[in-house]
């Protein structure tokens, strides 16, 4: 009879402590954002239009780092404080699962591949996929790249899209998007392959290099959140919902892609 006493609250213990468990992660990311009034974003530094690295200020600077802000004020209130953590393509899934950032925000494409190990927010941006090469450049679309070598970036689904879509190009994949450019002018390959929006940045910054061949993937872009933060996911969601319906979504879009010389930013806007 005593046995079974123990037992029973042995195996109470055990699932009151699992419990306790569960419901802290699910709530720990949100709870503790509030109660520090901060958010460490994971962003991107060396996408132009996106995440940038302005070596006057050392501050990452763009879309999605204005979007990190706005997306803190909206969940912590106007004393909410966003913090930039700079990821690469690679390290942004490592760096959110070890808790050095408690969002990525770095023009990452919602992925079902990707689904399986972390969550994503609703979509923020949608993308898709493009070439650049030299304006000089006979390659007009994916199908002209057979026997060409294309450049893409390790940790970037592109590389995958592009392997798909034109199997007999040879790919080679740097670090991130500065060497992946670097690689292009140096004639280490013949057409860089990302999203169109970073492609336009590099081609703003690089007069000669044509964005070419329309998209030919969809990405849409979401805040990537661990799994198992369901409170915080759906404070993101409702953010982000909060930013498009008040209109400082598309002022956003029109502050870093207005300018942008051949790039549709209109069709980018919601409502
Ligand atoms: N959106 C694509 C991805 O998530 C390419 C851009 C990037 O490398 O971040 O992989």
Redesign the pocket.
Known sequence: MKKKFWLVSLLFSVLLLVGCGRSTADQSVLKNAEASKTITWGV?GDVKLFGLIDVRDGQQKGFDVDMAKLITKKILGPKGKAIFVTTT?QSRIPLLKNGNVDAVI????ITPERKKTIDFSHSYFD?GQSLLVPANSKIKSTRDLNGKTVIG?V????VQNIKAKAPKAKVIELQDYAQAMNALKSHQGDALT??NG?LYGLAVENPGYEVRGGTFTK?P?GVAVNKGQKSFTRAVDKAVLEIQHDGEYNQLIRKWFGDVPGFNYKELYRR
Do not use: C, F, P, R
Request: zero cysteines; glycine letters at 6%.
């Open positions: 991107k393509s770095a023009t990452m494409s993308a970036v940790g970037a689904n592109s990302t999203d970073i990405e872009y």
